[in-house]
């Protein structure tokens, strides 16, 4: 499945080529997570633009626990409130990631806490690491040498990124206090300067890339 992926990335500049989709990720517990209703879509738009890939030009949704989550090699997580994940819904989303999939969760503000007891159902075995700012991820087409970037003040913390490592790959990329979604939101949502969305945008094709096409 993963090798699938990464060709139809590698050959994705082709005219002929299906283009390729990406999803986001609706959970249950009563969070918004259908929230940055333009971020996708707006990534997916500067992707194609700036690191020639050939993404659909609007995302899927997807649920936690469906088969059809195997068809995406990104999905997209964000929200600022409840998530509950069942013990079948971890389980088809262990071995979504463990397949080859990655999954990308953007602390929309107020994620944090639900994350970290739920992704502990998907990978009881393991936790959530700080990603070092030398790590692919910051390092694809654009450069991040200080880690991600700051896109809203929240809590006044600075960002981190974080991951779950399974066997030696990252399967998961946990963005915290940073908000890329909101920075890929039309500029009329936040009223945010046009160069603190290129950075949130330029963060966000570095993690497609990553999802694609990195064999860590």
Known sequence: MRLLWITLFVVSSSTFAQPVKIAKLKYDGGGDWYANKTALPNLIEFCNANINTNLAISEDVVEVGSPDIFLYPYVYMTGHGNVVFSNAQAEN????????GFLHIDDNY?????????????FPELEFVELPFDHPIYHQKFDFDKGLP???????????????????RL?????????LGNGWEDQSVYNDPQEI??????MGANIISYAFISTL
Do not use: N, W
Not at 171 to 179: G, K, L, P, Q, T
Not at 197 to 202: D, G, M, N, T
């Open 150 to 168: 700051k896109i809203h003040q929240h809590d006044g913390k600075p960002p981190k990124g974080y991951g779950i490592i399974y066997e030696g």
């Open 93 to 100: 989303l262990r071995t979504y990631l463990t397949s080859g």
């Open 197 to 202: 969305r290129i950075e949130a945008l330029k």
């Open 110 to 122: 107020g994620l944090d806490q639900f994350v970290l007891v739920e992704m502990k159902k998907v």
């Open 171 to 179: 399967v998961c990329f946990y963005s915290y206090e940073s908000d």
